[in-house]
């Protein structure tokens, strides 16, 4: 009996062997995801409503001078830039859009931030630290909680 059982093990350990040499490779994760949540009052610059204490992350940014653009298009205006890389720079949320490609990078992910010249806009993922071409942000999130039925508050202009 022993020898039998012995015979089982050695069979389930080669198996399982052989198993993780056939896996297929796991996906890469953003190793450096948003983080530090913080506070802060946003007001939409083009009706004035206030948001008081939305919460955002920070992002570490690949450079400095990142562009952000007007909508979630490369062909959209820039309407300013990040000039600080690093986890200098704070974001709203995250959405998808059209792709954007910076030499063999590409990411189809933008996040909402105020550009350092005080307008709002959307910042390709591509500059985003970690991650794989395509991927969202581990630690910044879609919009959420702004679903409802029949009367719907309206969307924060960050989102739109």
């Known amino acids: 009996m022993i020898h039998i059982k012995h015979g089982l093990v050695t069979a389930a350990v080669a198996l399982a062997g052989l198993a993780t040499l ?3 490779v796991a996906q890469a994760t953003d190793n450096v995801p948003c983080h ?4 802060r009052d946003l007001t939409d610059p083009g009706t004035g409503r206030a948001w008081p204490g939305t919460e955002v992350k920070f992002c570490n940014l690949t450079r400095g001078h990142v562009p952000v653009y007007a909508t979630r298009s490369p062909g959209a205006a820039v309407v300013g830039y990040l000039e600080q890389g690093g986890a200098a720079n704070w974001f709203v949320t995250e959405m998808k859009g059209q792709t954007f490609r ?14 350092d010249n005080g307008r709002w806009g959307w910042v390709p993922e591509v500059y ?3 991650g794989a071409n395509n991927e969202d942000d581990a630690g ?3 919009p959420g909680g702004y679903t ?3 009367v719907c508050p309206p969307l924060p202009f960050w989102a739109r």
């Not at 530090?36 to 506070?39: D, G």
């Not at 910076?102 to 550009?115: P, Q, R």
């Open 128 to 130: 985003f630290a970690g």
């Open 102 to 115: 910076d030499g063999s990078a590409e990411n189809y992910w933008w996040a909402s931030t105020k550009a």
């Open 148 to 150: 409802c039925a029949n």
């Open 36 to 39: 530090s949540t913080t506070k």
């Open 140 to 142: 910044l999130l879609m």
């Open 22 to 24: 056939t896996a297929p």
